[in-house]
């Protein structure tokens, strides 16, 4: 790809700001002195800045062609973004490329190809059983457990041992807050929004990968309180949550 103008450049833009921090970006070049047949080596690094345009590789100096080399973009941030990038030609914008980053995705360009390279996902499963110890499960708060790695919930499934009816609520805190339910974790410490996991009445079973409203991502030491909104007659409940590692 050449720049041969002082008013040609490659520029970035999300089409959201970032989460936590703005994706890392490193770009080369060569440029060519048209005026000696010279050669010079040039490279730079930035970040993206959210949804404000971001130039990668700025325009050369006069009498100057600047023949791009490699782009490299990673996203660091914690979620994923939609991604363009664009050839400004004196103010005409012409898109490169465009599509979705996830976590960790790196985009790069080289010899005149973009390539993107989608991190690879691990994934776990983080059960929690409610138990009555022979009677019905009662309502209320039944315990925590700690995250081991940080992560994001794809999907959550219930599993009564029975056929009836539970909600369980689930809360967060960090490990810091935590202090068994005095403070924390509490209702307002919910992440299920208005969508709690649950088996309606004369269900065993439900799952749901929707997850609408919900707040799926967590940290490496979070705490995840279980709370049960209600019951019919369930003696035993399992809740697992299916994750994505990060």
């Known amino acids: 790809m050449i720049l041969d103008t002082t008013t040609k450049s490659i520029e970035i833009t999300m089409g959201?700001?970032?989460?936590?921090?703005d994706m890392d970006i490193v770009s080369s070049w060569a440029d060519i002195d048209t005026a000696t047949t010279t050669y010079a080596d040039g490279a730079t690094d930035t970040t993206s800045?959210?949804?404000?345009?971001?130039t990668l590789v700025a325009a050369p100096a006069a009498s100057t062609v600047r023949r791009i080399k490699t782009i490299n973009i990673w996203n660091t941030d914690s979620v994923q973004h939609n991604v363009t990038i664009k050839y400004n030609d004196n103010?005409?914008?012409?898109v490169l490329w465009t599509g979705v980053m996830l976590v960790n995705a790196q985009l790069t360009y080289t010899n005149g190809?973009?390539?993107?390279?989608?991190?690879?996902t691990f994934q776990s499963a983080i059960e929690y059983v409610i138990d009555g110890t022979g009677s019905t499960i009662v309502t209320g708060y039944k315990g925590s457990l700690e995250m081991p790695f940080s992560g994001t919930i794809i999907a959550v499934t219930l599993l009564a041992d029975q056929t009836w009816a539970i909600v369980v609520d689930i809360w967060?805190?960090?490990?810091?807050?935590?202090?068994?339910?005095?403070?924390h974790p509490?209702?307002?410490?919910?992440?299920?929004a208005s969508t709690p996991p649950t088996i309606t009445a004369t269900g065993s079973k439900s799952q749901d990968t929707t997850l609408t409203g919900w707040t799926t991502s967590f940290s490496k030491g979070d705490i995840l309180g279980f709370n049960v909104n209600s019951v019919t007659s369930i003696v035993r409940c399992t809740i697992s949550l299916k994750v994505n590692r990060s």
């Open 113 to 120: 190809t973009w390539s993107l390279v989608a991190a690879q």
């Open 91 to 94: 103010g005409t914008k012409r």
């Open 16 to 21: 959201e700001a970032k989460t936590t921090v």
């Open 49 to 54: 800045n959210g949804v404000s345009v971001v």
């Open 172 to 183: 967060k805190s960090t490990y810091a807050q935590f202090d068994a339910g005095a403070t």
């Open 186 to 192: 509490v209702a307002a410490d919910k992440i299920t």
